[in-house]
């Protein structure tokens, strides 16, 4: 198992009138190797593989994605890294990107398919029409499983050690539910105020995060903040992005948080805005301590 990730105070003028305690959990830098795309919950996701990596070196590993995907990017530097080969079924076109271009140097193959035929690729008939056996290793979408839920809910766990106390709050963002669920599951028995902070138009991630969960929505105690999608996934400010040099890094957005590098748009630069709005219109109370999560991504 890697170290934990390091617990960043953050200075902020914002926090500093609102009287808060403001930290960022470095997820981002929770990596087998720095800047490695294989990073933060996509190596938590990936855990209960990766923990025995002997297991998959000299096999296939097969999974899906978007061509800007994070755990596409992930999986291929863990075969680089671990010695097994990848297959990729890629939604849309065959086109060049910064992502699918890192993808095809890190040696995966890339089948791509029509939106219409992605929607699929739970169907079993389907897979074997990809020519996908019993030999391969087939990784959902995103990577998360329910056996990744105790190593995903990881970093509220560490955070309280780090602290030496239960914070506040402790906010992150969500995409599929699974990191949220992995959280809230690891908090149950803390106190502490868990906000989650979709990137998608939506009020469905609650019963995303229930399902993950195998508990009734109105059981699972957190707090949905649906305000800061931004107009869906992947859509953000223009002047958030920024053009960067690394070839594998697709987009960054500044958002002006002072000892923290550039942060992917899609999930993690909605979640810091969020949190320093709601900071700035006083939803917090004077002395409490806030977590935001910063769960990684190239993307």
Same mark, same amino acid.
């Given at each position: 198992?890697?170290?934990?990730?390091?617990?960043?105070?953050?200075?902020?003028?914002?926090?500093?009138?609102?009287?808060?305690?403001?930290?960022?959990?470095?997820?981002?830098?929770?990596?087998?190797?720095?800047?490695?795309?294989?990073?933060?919950?996509?190596?938590?996701?990936?855990?209960?593989?990766?923990?025995?990596?002997?297991?998959?070196?000299?096999?296939?590993?097969?999974?899906?994605?978007?061509?800007?995907?994070?755990?596409?990017?992930?999986?291929?530097?863990?075969?680089?890294?671990?010695?097994?080969?990848?297959?990729?079924?890629?939604?849309?076109?065959?086109?060049?990107?910064?992502?699918?271009?890192?993808?095809?140097?890190?040696?995966?193959?890339?089948?791509?398919?029509?939106?219409?035929?992605?929607?699929?690729?739970?169907?079993?008939?389907? =897979?074997?029409?990809? $020519?996908?056996?019993?030999?391969?290793? %087939?990784? @959902?979408?995103?990577?998360?499983? &329910? +056996?990744? #839920?105790?190593?995903?809910?990881?970093?509220?766990?560490?955070?309280?050690?780090?602290?030496?106390?239960?914070?506040?709050?402790?906010?992150?963002?969500?995409?599929?539910?699974?990191?949220?669920?992995?959280?809230?599951?690891?908090?149950?028995?803390?106190?502490?105020?868990?906000?989650?902070?979709?990137?998608?138009?939506?009020?469905?991630?609650?019963?995303?995060?229930?399902?993950?969960?195998?508990?009734?929505?109105?059981?699972?105690?957190?707090?949905?903040?649906?305000?800061?999608?931004?107009?869906?996934?992947?859509?953000?400010?223009?002047?958030?992005?920024?053009?960067?040099?690394?070839?594998? =890094?697709?987009?960054? $957005?500044?958002?002006?948080?002072?000892? %923290?590098? @550039?942060?992917?748009?899609?999930? &993690? +630069?909605? #979640?810091?805005?969020?949190?320093?709005?709601?900071?700035?219109?006083?939803?917090?109370?004077?002395?409490?301590?806030?977590?935001?999560?910063?769960?990684?991504?190239?993307?």
């Amino acid at each position: 198992m890697l170290a934990p990730s390091p617990l960043q105070p953050l200075t902020h003028p914002l926090a500093h009138a609102a009287g808060v305690r403001l930290y960022c959990k470095r997820d981002d830098l929770y990596a087998f190797d720095a800047g490695s795309p294989l990073q933060g919950n996509k190596v938590r996701k990936l855990w209960p593989y990766l923990s025995d990596p002997a297991s998959l070196r000299g096999r296939r590993v097969v999974s899906f994605g978007g061509a800007f995907s994070n755990h596409l990017a992930a999986l291929a530097t863990a075969g680089l890294r671990f010695g097994f080969a990848t297959r990729f079924i890629v939604r849309g076109e065959p086109v060049s990107n910064p992502v699918l271009d890192y993808l095809r140097a890190a040696g995966s193959e890339l089948h791509f398919v029509s939106r219409s035929e992605y929607r699929r690729r739970h169907d079993e008939d389907y =897979l074997r029409g990809l $020519a996908i056996d019993t030999s391969d290793i %087939l990784i @959902p979408e995103g990577g998360s499983t &329910t +056996a990744s #839920l105790g190593a995903v809910g990881k970093p509220f766990t560490e955070t309280v050690d780090q602290l030496g106390e239960v914070p506040t709050y402790f906010c992150l963002s969500a995409g599929t539910g699974c990191t949220a669920a992995g959280i809230v599951d690891a908090a149950s028995d803390y106190g502490s105020e868990i906000e989650v902070y979709p990137a998608l138009k939506g009020d469905w991630m609650l019963g995303e995060i229930a399902a993950w969960l195998e508990r009734p929505s109105e059981d699972i105690l957190v707090r949905m903040i649906y305000d800061y999608t931004y107009g869906g996934y992947a859509k953000f400010p223009p002047h958030w992005r920024l053009n960067t040099p690394d070839g594998c =890094l697709a987009k960054r $957005a500044d958002i002006g948080i002072a000892g %923290l590098p @550039p942060l992917e748009p899609v999930y &993690t +630069a909605k #979640l810091f805005a969020g949190v320093m709005d709601r900071i700035a219109k006083g939803v917090y109370a004077p002395g409490s301590t806030l977590v935001i999560l910063h769960t990684g991504g190239i993307y």
